[in-house]
């Protein structure tokens, strides 16, 4: 399952619209159905906000893992407008952890940019001394 087929069913699970989740995250509403549909590359702060919305933890958001839940056994995740089984298997885990470990050195990546223009600024090297 993709991350954005999960992101659907946590927010369908809430009986929330992509428009309540949109007004609750400050965006726009085409902006957070982009990342329904998979159509752009959700930032892993934007991820966090997304957990935190939602009340899970970010592990949980990239593999809806279920606390006491063992491989192998179908999940149902049901209200009233919407029910879904499906199947969390080890490989879904390592693919999982797979992606939270590429967003967490993209995010590495980036921080370590911030830092070395940090570093070059003006204000840092006053600051320094």
Not at 73 to 100: D, G, L, W
Not at 103 to 129: A, G, N, P, R, T
């Amino acid at each position: 399952m993709s991350m954005n087929e999960k992101l659907r069913l946590v927010r369908q699970s809430k009986g929330w619209s992509q428009e309540d989740v949109a007004e609750k995250l400050n965006m726009s509403s085409n902006g957070y159905g982009d990342i329904e549909r998979g159509a752009t590359d959700v930032k892993l702060s934007r991820l966090i906000q997304l957990a935190e919305l939602f009340g899970i933890s970010l592990s949980e958001l990239f593999d809806l893992e279920i606390p006491n839940a063992k491989p192998n056994i179908n999940i149902a995740i049901t209200n009233k407008q919407y029910h879904s089984s499906f199947r969390v298997t080890p490989a879904m885990e390592i693919e999982c952890q797979k992606k939270i470990i590429e967003k967490l050195e993209q995010e590495i990546k980036y921080l370590k940019e911030i830092v070395d223009l940090l570093k070059e600024s003006k204000e840092f090297k006053s600051f320094e001394k």
